[in-house]
Antibody
Framework: EVQLVESGGVLVQPGGSLRLSCAASGFSFSRYSMKWVRQAPGKGLEWVSHITGSSSTIYYADSVKGRFTVSRDNAKNSLYLQMNSLRDEDTALYYC????????????WGPGTMVTVSS | QSALTQPASVSGSPGQSITISCAGTSSDVGGYNYVSWYQQNPGKAPKLMIYEVINRPSGVSNRFSGSKSGNTASLIISGLQTEDEAHYYCSSYSPNRILVFGGGTKLTVL
């Protein structure tokens, strides 16, 4: 079964750091680009970051550029998101998603992990 | 403010057809056939319903279809069922922002 499971979400103070993980199973992880998408409470979806299968190309949304770093370990079938200098507005449910290969759409989603930034 | 514009809500009765629009620009929706649609039920992750404007993933009901005209894409749901009640989001490839989403539309089946 194709599956993604995020972890690492917690309550953190503004200015703090956090590392999210996404464990993939059931597919050839290294062959797929992956994305992070977030959803603030009661709000819509916001794309955060994109990384190709070989990690050769990485993109970030302007709202997180310079603060977040995406990476992957294909040997461990894992995707990561290092989040630094966290702000209140980073509070959201963070999803990892598998790029479908069709114009950037996401065909497999994890259940998400909640990040709360608050003092 | 989302990059793509969707109506906040639409409604319909069981058996009817509804259309959800997704308005963008020539730099995203209008420039590429890379529009996707997602269904999201409360407390759940989004589910891909349509990709590349018109294509349905395996397992998605053929009551769901997509189209595009100019800078606006549309999701059409025919033969509405109560189980279709959910939030729907569109997304498009964008060279500048990679992936842009619409603000979401809440579908109510009356």
């Amino acid at each position: 079964e194709v599956q993604l499971v995020e972890s690492g979400g917690v309550l953190v103070q503004p200015g703090g750091s956090l590392r999210l993980s996404c464990a993939a199973s059931g597919f050839s992880f290294s062959r797929y680009s992956m994305k992070w998408v977030r959803q603030a409470p009661g709000k819509g979806l916001e794309w955060v970051s994109h990384i190709t299968g070989s990690s050769s190309t990485i993109y970030y949304a302007d709202s997180v550029k310079g603060r977040f770093t995406v990476s992957r370990d294909n040997a461990k079938n894992s995707l990561y998101l290092q989040m630094n200098s966290l702000r209140d507005e980073d509070t959201a449910l963070y999803y990892c998603g598998r790029d479908s290969g069709y114009g950037g759409g996401i065909d497999v989603w994890g259940p998400g992990t909640m990040v709360t930034v608050s003092s | 403010q989302s990059a793509l514009t969707q109506p906040a809500s639409v409604s319909g009765s069981p058996g009817q057809s509804i259309t959800i629009s997704c308005a963008g620009t020539s730099s995203d929706v209008g420039g590429y056939n890379y529009v996707s649609w997602y269904q999201q039920n409360p407390g759940k992750a989004p589910k891909l319903m349509i990709y590349e404007v018109i294509n349905r993933p395996s397992g998605v009901s053929n009551r769901f279809s997509g189209s595009k005209s100019g800078n606006t894409a549309s999701l059409i749901i025919s033969g509405l069922q109560t189980e279709d009640e959910a939030h729907y989001y569109c997304s498009s490839y964008s060279p500048n922002r990679i992936l842009v989403f619409g603000g979401g539309t809440k579908l109510t089946v009356l």
